[in-house]
């Protein structure tokens, strides 16, 4: 989760979101998982419940942004801050096993490069969704540029990802 913060974050940047919103990016990107255990085995309601947790803690385009992220609670993400949060989470997905897959397991050595290879292997981590995320083009940004904001938004917290 704080990966994909940081990688709101970053995109709230590239965006040009304004300064006073780029904070509930950054907080939607923590915590639109805090429902992970209670729904890891009913997947269906995996957003709803963060959603109702928060509810009157976040602004509604937070909450939605968090319900919409898993497409399987029928929520449509029709805003920026809804695609920007699939996207982020599902690259975060591909990069931290890519950097496991590194020699020194380290996240200073993916490159985007590295992540576009692992993309077009579809064994590599089978659970992140190519698709959610292609979300980036949604956002006007190309694979190749969304995974170099992603990695240069996680490198500073490496240490803290245990990478």
């Not at 709101?8 to 304004?18: G, S, V």
């Not at 399987?72 to 920026?80: F, H, I, M, N, Y």
């Not at 006007?140 to 170099?148: A, C, H, S």
Request: hydrophobic share 45%; proline share 4%.
């Amino acid at each position: 989760m704080l990966a994909v913060s940081r990688i709101m974050e970053a995109l709230a940047d590239k965006l040009a979101i304004p300064e006073e919103e780029k904070g509930k990016w950054a907080l939607v990107g923590l915590l639109h998982d805090l429902d992970y255990e209670q729904t890891k085995d009913n997947f269906e309601e995996h957003g709803l419940i963060t959603a109702e947790m928060l509810k009157g803690e976040l602004p509604e385009e937070c909450l939605h942004a968090i319900r919409a992220h898993n497409a399987r609670t029928g929520v449509a993400p029709d805003s920026v801050m809804a695609k920007a949060l699939i996207a982020a989470d599902a690259v975060s997905g591909l990069i931290v096993p890519t950097a496991l897959m590194m020699p020194t397991r380290r996240l200073s050595e993916v490159k985007a490069k590295s992540l576009k290879k692992k993309f077009g292997d579809k064994s590599f981590a089978r659970t992140v969704s190519r698709e959610n995320i292609m979300v980036c083009e949604e956002l006007g940004l190309e694979r190749k540029e969304f995974f170099t904001i992603a990695l240069d938004a996680l490198l500073p917290i490496s240490e803290e990802l245990g990478l």
